[in-house]
């Protein structure tokens, strides 16, 4: 599914060149299960940004599902983004005066499905999450767990056939976070393929592989 | 230090009223360290925010140092909440087009800490989270676990007799983590106060005392 090789990604702060990955080499195969783990700062954000086609590598090459990701028009990544991935974002990046239910159905209304059937998809993926009762509610009227919430109802919304989660129960206490791990392990077993950044070990052990990374490399 | 009495907060959503505390008793002692815990949704920020003057109950007392809050005139309530609390925000909360140098000179701005000494206490600060080479970063330019650790420099930074933690370690690996809850200890140790809400337990045990928060209420 994912063919990565001597990924690299460098910002430039005024003279200063960072490293946020220095070629990285990732495979991962179809209805893979895999963690991220690493200290602050390490690049797993970044790495995450660039499989979800959100950001380009500076060098080194990324081919998704056979398909080299430079190569593709903005019409195809487009497709790949709202349709092949979900992706719960560390900072949730929820839509500000927009309710609960508006933000999840987003990703419904790129993939153009019809009013009614996308209304009663969102408020499933609601539900699922625990957020019955919080569905009309805008972000500064939720709790930072609910938030969270929202965006994995979001990136779930869709099936996703890869989801990438970034942190996505660091706002979570332990039982909330246990039902959102449930949610994302019947997705697997559906045949879908899960890439989780977390630091915590409990949740890593979910996934069938953990790599883990530090200064943009990933460790041996 | 702080005195709650059947403290409550209800917010007005339309037609619904949702009681986001429900008479919470709670006594904090000069020089206490207590962590709050319980579900997402449970009332954590919103106790969080009373106690640190951002927010007033719905009904309920308030005595802090003595004072009842309610009572307090705007310029006494800027005082308390510059001086003496330092605020980690679950959600960080910074200055966007701000390096993280300005963000966490910020409150000694308030203090009228003279320039050339506010630079050297914020830089400090800075180190202190292992940050000195992201001062003049923006927030954009810092991974989510860095912009938290810019957070807690801030509340750091004017050396607060009461620092409220909310949720400060979510984005950090354990090591990073770790160093946080250290200079934690030591801001205890010279006699302030700490209360963290935190939904791990490794974070949770460093407290002498924990409480847990079910539905907008204390458990016994
Ligand atoms: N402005 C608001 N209007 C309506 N309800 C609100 C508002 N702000 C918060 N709430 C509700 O109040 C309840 C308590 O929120 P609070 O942020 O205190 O929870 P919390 O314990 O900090 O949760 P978490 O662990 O997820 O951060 C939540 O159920 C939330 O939906
Ligand atoms: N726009 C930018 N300009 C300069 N440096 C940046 C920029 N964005 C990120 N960085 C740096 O790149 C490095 C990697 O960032 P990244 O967000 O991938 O880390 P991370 O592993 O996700 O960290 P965390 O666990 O704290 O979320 C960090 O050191 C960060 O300061
Ligand atoms: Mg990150
Ligand atoms: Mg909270």
Redesign the interface.
């Known amino acids: 599914l994912i063919e990565m090789h001597e990924l690299t990604r460098v910002?430039q702060?005024?003279p200063q060149d960072i490293y946020a990955l220095r070629g990285v080499d990732l495979n991962v195969g179809h209805g893979e299960y895999l963690a991220i783990?690493?200290?602050?700062?390490s690049g797993?954000?970044t790495l995450m940004n660039i499989i979800g086609c959100l950001d380009s590598p500076t060098a080194g090459k990324y081919i998704l599902d056979g398909t080299p990701v430079e190569s593709m028009k903005d019409d195809e990544l487009a497709a790949v983004r709202n349709k092949k991935i979900g992706f719960v974002f560390?900072?949730f990046n929820l839509l500000a005066r927009t309710t609960a239910l508006q933000n999840v159905e987003l990703p419904l209304i790129y993939a153009r499905i019809p009013r009614a059937h996308r209304r009663e998809l969102a408020e499933e993926a609601l539900n699922a999450v625990g957020l019955g009762d919080?569905m009309?509610?805008q972000p500064n009227?939720l709790?930072?767990?609910?938030r969270?919430?929202v965006a994995i109802a979001r990136a779930l919304v869709n099936k996703p056939s890869l989801l990438l989660a970034?942190?996505p129960t660091?706002?979570?206490?332990?039982?909330?976070?246990r039902e959102i791990l449930d949610l994302f392990r019947a997705l697997y077993n559906r045949g879908n393929s899960i890439i989780i950044v977390t630091?915590?070990d409990d949740v890593a052990k979910e996934a069938r592989r953990i790599i883990h990374l530090r200064d943009g490399r990933v460790l041996d």
Chains 1, 2 share one sequence.
Do not use: A, C
């Not at 783990?37 to 700062?41: C, D, I, R, V």
């Not at 709790?143 to 609910?146: F, I, W």
């Open positions: 910002y702060l005024g783990m690493g200290p602050s700062g797993k954000s560390q900072t919080r009309h509610h009227e709790s930072g767990g609910q969270q919430r970034d942190e660091g706002n979570l206490d332990s039982q909330t976070g630091h915590e």
